[in-house]
């Protein structure tokens, strides 16, 4: 073997550690980046699939959006993973300070004595449908619960207390614009969205979870 091609594979070895210590170190962490690398639309339904198809069973909601908002959102890992939202702790912050009323239903009266700590982790979002963790308080429940055992129910229920008629009536475009930035989709001009593929993605995979889910 000449030199130049024994220096080619060991530069492909390293990268291919590197990568592998990347990807197990964001699973054994519970922290994702960005879209799976391992993971993706099989190992979503696998993950989650039940628990999704029964819950929103139970309130008359497509199935097949909660489960393409969880391959969009987290690539279907789980655990889910969490991400910390720099300008939300700022946010919060200010609102627990007095510099600003609110943040959504979170008021300074929700955040008193509240630690620099448990501020970021109301900043971060958590669970299979990334939900920002200050959500937790309009729902009465702790933020572990947003990624515990019952963070499908505890997600599909916040999903549709905030925008199920949006659901209901089929205005999926619109959903997944509002689980992202907390508005439709633009009358006119580019989606908000933090990838502006995201919406269209998103439609993609729920026709395909449609099609499988009538498969019997």
């Given at each position: 073997m000449n030199?130049?091609?024994?220096?080619?594979l060991?530069?492909?070895?390293?990268a291919?550690?590197?990568w592998?210590?990347?990807?197990?170190g964001?699973?054994?962490q519970?922290?994702w980046t960005?879209?799976?690398?391992?993971h993706?639309h099989?190992v979503?339904r696998m993950?989650?699939?039940?628990?999704v198809v029964a819950?929103a069973?139970e309130r008359?909601?497509?199935?097949a959006?909660f489960?393409?908002?969880i391959?969009?959102?987290?690539?279907?890992r789980?655990?889910a993973?969490?991400?910390f939202?720099?300008?939300i702790?700022?946010?919060l912050?200010?609102?627990q300070a007095?510099?600003r009323?609110?943040?959504?239903?979170v008021?300074t009266?929700d955040l008193?004595?509240a630690s620099?700590?448990?501020l970021?982790n109301?900043?971060?979002?958590?669970?299979?449908?990334q939900?920002?963790?200050?959500?937790?308080?309009?729902?009465?429940v702790q933020?572990?619960?947003?990624?515990?055992?019952?963070?499908i129910a505890?997600g599909?229920?916040?999903?549709?207390?905030t925008?199920g008629p949006?659901l209901?009536?089929g205005q999926?475009?619109?959903?997944?614009?509002v689980?992202?930035?907390g508005?439709?989709?633009?009358?006119a001009?580019?989606?908000?969205t933090?990838?502006?593929?995201?919406?269209?993605r998103?439609l993609?995979?729920?026709?395909?979870?449609?099609?499988?889910l009538?498969?019997p």
């Amino acid at each position: 073997m000449n030199r130049g091609v024994s220096i080619g594979l060991s530069v492909a070895v390293l990268a291919g550690l590197a990568w592998g210590a990347l990807e197990f170190g964001r699973r054994w962490q519970g922290r994702w980046t960005g879209g799976g690398l391992l993971h993706g639309h099989r190992v979503t339904r696998m993950h989650y699939g039940d628990a999704v198809v029964a819950e929103a069973g139970e309130r008359g909601l497509p199935a097949a959006y909660f489960l393409a908002l969880i391959e969009l959102e987290t690539g279907g890992r789980k655990p889910a993973g969490r991400r910390f939202e720099p300008h939300i702790f700022e946010r919060l912050q200010a609102v627990q300070a007095g510099r600003r009323d609110r943040l959504e239903n979170v008021t300074t009266a929700d955040l008193v004595g509240a630690s620099e700590e448990a501020l970021r982790n109301l900043a971060t979002s958590w669970g299979p449908f990334q939900l920002m963790g200050y959500k937790c308080i309009g729902l009465e429940v702790q933020i572990r619960d947003l990624r515990g055992p019952d963070a499908i129910a505890h997600g599909i229920r916040w999903i549709d207390e905030t925008y199920g008629p949006r659901l209901r009536a089929g205005q999926f475009k619109d959903a997944f614009h509002v689980h992202n930035t907390g508005k439709p989709y633009p009358a006119a001009g580019p989606p908000t969205t933090y990838h502006p593929d995201y919406v269209e993605r998103g439609l993609a995979y729920m026709k395909r979870f449609e099609a499988e889910l009538k498969t019997p």
